[in-house]
């Protein structure tokens, strides 16, 4: 499904690691992800900066405050932001959230939306008013959740399915996202993963989380990739083939050789089953 000329292992950009990799970016790295409302409004050095990775490296937008599937109104305005964003700094791609984030203001966090048919029609026609204004197809990110809304009608797997059909967008995959969620709701991750509409898939996270209790992980983007988080990947390779996977990190960051370290194990997951498929149709 990938027509975007993007491939391989990414990672976010963080502004703490900015300086070392103008010194020189791993091979390892073959593009970056950022969240565009931390940088639309950039002015001088940090501006500069920015711009010289966008010139250099290929981007993915992944955002964080579109609110997809919030009562408030669409935020036109703001998706026009993002497509003037998009195309002055060449972005082949922009993902959001299955979720919503506000509700007569932000509520800064990213919270569920009920899996109701009601709900299906409602965020679809919001996907695809938005891709209409950015003249672009969009990724839509399956969403770690804590508690499921009280009304809902439907399973998490079948709302997915639903929205992705009805609307017609692509699948950001977030692999520990399912994970997380597979913990916290007490369902099984390979079966829920290999239920998604791997046709569809575009673009891929992975991420580590913090354990709260034995069966309640908050998806922090805090630690390293689990060894449960990798197989996931593995599987979602196997099945749907490779597609362009980024590590997320957003807190507790550590040093940049610990993160190429896990996009180096992206890539290498990449490399293998791209092996096995050749030696398969060999």
Known sequence: MNSLHLDGAGLGLRREHMLPLMTGVPSSIDFFEISPENYLDLGGKRAQDFRWFTERYLFVAHGLSLSIG??????????????????????????EHLSYCA??????????????????????????????????????ENASYYAASPISDMDELNFIRAVIEEADCWLHLDVNNIYVNSVNHGYDPEQFLLGLPGERIVYGHVAGHDHDSPDLIIDSHGQAVIDPVWRLLEIAYEQFGVFPTLLERDCNIPPLADLVSEVEKIASIQNQSLLQTLRKSA
């Open 70 to 95: 919030g009562p408030d109104p669409l935020d036109e305005a703001f998706l026009h932001r993002i497509k003037d964003f998009l195309a002055e700094h060449k972005i082949r791609l922009y993902t």
């Open 103 to 140: 509700n007569q203001g932000h509520l800064y966090d990213l919270l569920p939306i009920p899996f109701t048919e009601e709900a299906v029609h409602y965020v679809a026609a919001r996907i695809r008013r938005a891709q209409d204004i950015l003249e672009q197809p969009i990724a839509i």
